[in-house]
């Protein structure tokens, strides 16, 4: 089993940025596709991006596209999430999650298509 710890948050002015990091313990990190998701009060969790175990795949949700790159360092157990061009609209707790399983857009998108998830990081965007 994996564990992961989400950090890198805090206050962002709109237009500022933000990197995120999980750091990944337990069983290889290499092995695991990996997402990050975001939770708005009274909102439900939101697909953000997702990235395949090799790195080679990675998908966005177009909320974010173009504003958001997600990446991962392997031989470090990491994985990023650089947010630039930041929004009140982004703010929100942040997690990650590592997911076993063949990644194709719809399993990379959906919480369910993630068996192990982080404790979430507050990312707070003021306009």
């Known amino acids: 089993q994996v564990q992961l710890v989400e950090s890198g948050g805090g206050l962002a002015q709109a237009g500022g940025s933000l990197r995120l990091s999980c750091a990944a313990s337990?069983?290889?990190?290499?092995?695991?596709?990996m997402g990050w998701f975001r939770q708005a009060p009274g909102k439900e969790r939101e697909f953000v991006a997702a990235?395949?175990?090799?790195?080679?795949?990675?998908y966005y949700a177009d909320s974010v596209k173009g504003r958001f790159t997600i990446s991962r360092d392997n031989a470090k157990n990491t994985l990023y999430l650089q947010m630039n061009s930041l929004k009140p609209e982004d703010t929100a707790v942040y997690y990650c999650a590592a997911a076993l399983r063949g990644m194709t857009v719809g399993i990379a998108t959906a919480t369910g298509g993630y068996d192990h998830w982080g404790q979430g990081t507050q990312v707070t965007v003021s306009s």
């Open positions: 990235i395949s175990w090799s790195g080679g795949s990675t």
């Open positions: 337990g069983r290889t990190f290499s092995r695991y596709n």
